[in-house]
Structures are given as C-alpha cells and as structure tokens.
C-alpha cells in the first residue's frame, strides 16, 4: 500500500506562487508515475499534470503550461507542483494521486489511478 500526503495549500494572491508537496510512504511493488488533479467548487475533476517514475517525462493541462512545473525525488518519495502566476481560476482543492505504471517513462496524464491523497485547498483570490 502506498499513502500519499499533500501539503503547501492555502491562501494566495493574483500572480503568486505556492509550491504543493506530495509525500509517499508504505511500499509498493511497482514503480509510480505521479499525478496532479484538482477540483473547483461546483465543477469536475480534472487533470493537471503527471511525472513518469523516473522523473524523465512530464506533461501538463494546456490551461497551467508555462505557468506549473511537477518535479520529484524518488529517495525522498516526494513529488511537488509548483505553481506560478497563479489565477482566480485555479482556485480548488489539488489531489495528489499515483498510478502503477510497467513503463518508467510513462506520464499519464490522465484521471485514473490506484492512489489518493486526500487533497489540499487552494484558493487564489485578492
């Protein structure tokens, strides 16, 4: 079993920055890609971004390219979001989720995986 813990969220203004942790323990027989999702009031989930296992691969949701970088270290079993120019619009609470992957290179930038963190409030507003 894998636990994922979030942190870093709050409250932040217009054109700041926040910088979202992702902590894993426990084992698991498999290598993970990592993935970003997040959910606004009153709409649905969606993805924002993913890393390969290895860290080599990422991808991200046109709406946050240029503006959010995912990074990890696997010896600290950590993976960050780090957020930039930030808008109203991002406001929502940000999940952190692993997906087993057999391909270390892979980034699934998708909303499917075995492994959830319980997700952290961030809320962008003047």
């Known amino acids: 079993q894998l636990q994922l813990v979030e942190s870093g969220g709050g409250l932040v203004q217009p054109g700041g920055s926040l910088r979202l942790s992702c902590a894993a323990s426990?084992?698991?027989?498999?290598?993970?890609?990592t993935i970003w999702l997040r959910q606004a009031p009153g709409k649905e989930r969606e993805v924002v971004s993913c890393?390969?296992?290895?860290?080599?691969?990422?991808d991200y949701n046109d709406s946050v390219k240029g503006r959010f970088t995912i990074s990890r270290d696997n010896a600290r079993k950590t993976t960050w979001l780090q957020m930039n120019s930030l808008k109203p619009e991002d406001t929502a609470v940000y999940f952190c989720?692993?997906?087993?992957?057999?391909?270390?290179?892979?980034?699934?930038?998708?909303?499917?995986?075995?492994?959830w963190g319980d997700g952290t409030l961030v809320t962008v507003s003047s």
């Open positions: 890393i390969s296992a290895s860290g080599s691969t990422t």
């Open positions: 989720a692993a997906k087993m992957v057999v391909f270390p290179m892979w980034c699934p930038l998708q909303d499917d995986a075995d492994y």
């Open positions: 426990g084992r698991i027989s498999h290598d993970y890609a």
